[in-house]
């Protein structure tokens, strides 16, 4: 029997109680100056690492009015499109804007709940399917916040909590490692694709995008139940931001009628996010490259660009041109806002793209694709070694997280 089976056993036999989340915690309504913060003490959704990331340093800080104070153990969830999971826990004390909320234990339920056990909770998947499940809106869902605190989460004994805790941050700890190692292998490589995708002036030709393509865009007239109701897969932002090629097989599904006049993409279609609450991530690219054998369609907040000659670019070439230091220093002067970063669609048509021959395109894609297996393939090294652990940690997590309810 495990340490935690035993304390369970002795401290609470007849099952754990479940609260929701509003009866224990509450969101912050306390508020702080614009000129009390900086770039490390303000938290903002475009500096909110997707997928449980955690925080970097923001970019853009308010300099006039009041913000959303948060506090060091306060858990930090970014509202706009939770599919995103991004969610901190405060280390320190700074402001927040009002698409990041601010949850916080409740004064009676310092004492009997731990602000490490509460973010563990609400970073699991089993909260973001919850939060997404409840949230408004199809093309910019949000977080709905009276069904946040409606989240129902088990309060054990706090030795319990201290021993999961415990337990769940070797596993961070270790993932971490791990994760530090990869990411030094991932900057090598990116050493060499720019390198490699650095031409000399006048060494290949350069051409606007909006002469030998078409720019497009993605799904329309779309409602929340037609997300729920799908005959037809779509390429969703998360696929298009994560991958240089888009996983074809991913499982988003959306409703299409036969009578609508959707564009179904097709191999060689180079796909940007067409928006973000950071410029640093604005037009990410990924590229169709594996042959579309059914209908297949691109979100609403993506834009779409089709070669007219489908054999100017090889479509494994273009996911690695279109990523590199290069071409992203362009794509990103395409996109203006101040708290929503857009890409113009006229000013991207004016991007220049360097076309060297079909034999240098094939020989520059063989090189990369092998430095990126290193760096991304799941199946291999490092990265499945990074895999393996987070699948352990998961499941862990949610097995430690699950408790017997306690009859009342």
Known sequence: MSRIDELIAELCPDGVPYRELGDVASYSNSRIGADAVDSETFVGVDNLRPNQGGRTPSGHVPTVGNLTEYRAGDVLIGNIRPYLKKIWLATNRGGCSGDVLA????????????????????????????????????KMPRGNKPMILKYR?????????????RILDLFTTLEAELEAELEARRRQYAHYRDSLLTFPEGGVRWIPMGEVGSIFGGLTGKSKQDFSEGNARFISYVNVLNNVAVNVAANDFVRVEASERQRALRRGDILFTGSSETPNEVGMSAVVTADVREPLYLNSFCIGYRLHQADLLEPDFAKHLFR????????????????????????????????????????????LDKFDALVNDLSVGLPAELAARRTQYEYYRDRLLTFREAVA
């Open 153 to 165: 989460i088990p309060v054990p004994p706090l030795e319990v909590q201290r021993e999961i805790v």
């Open 103 to 138: 949850v916080r234990i409740r004064e009676p339920f310092s004492s009997a709940i731990m602000p490490e056990f509460l973010y563990r909770l609400l970073s699991a998947e089993a909260f973001f399917a919850y939060d997404m499940q409840h949230a408004k809106g199809a």
């Open 324 to 367: 590199s230091a290069g071409m992203r220093s362009q794509i990103i002067r395409t996109a203006s806002g101040v708290t929503r970063f857009n890409v113009s669609k006229s000013r991207l048509a004016k991007v220049l793209v360097p076309v060297p021959g079909l034999d240098e395109q094939r020989r520059i894609a063989n090189i």
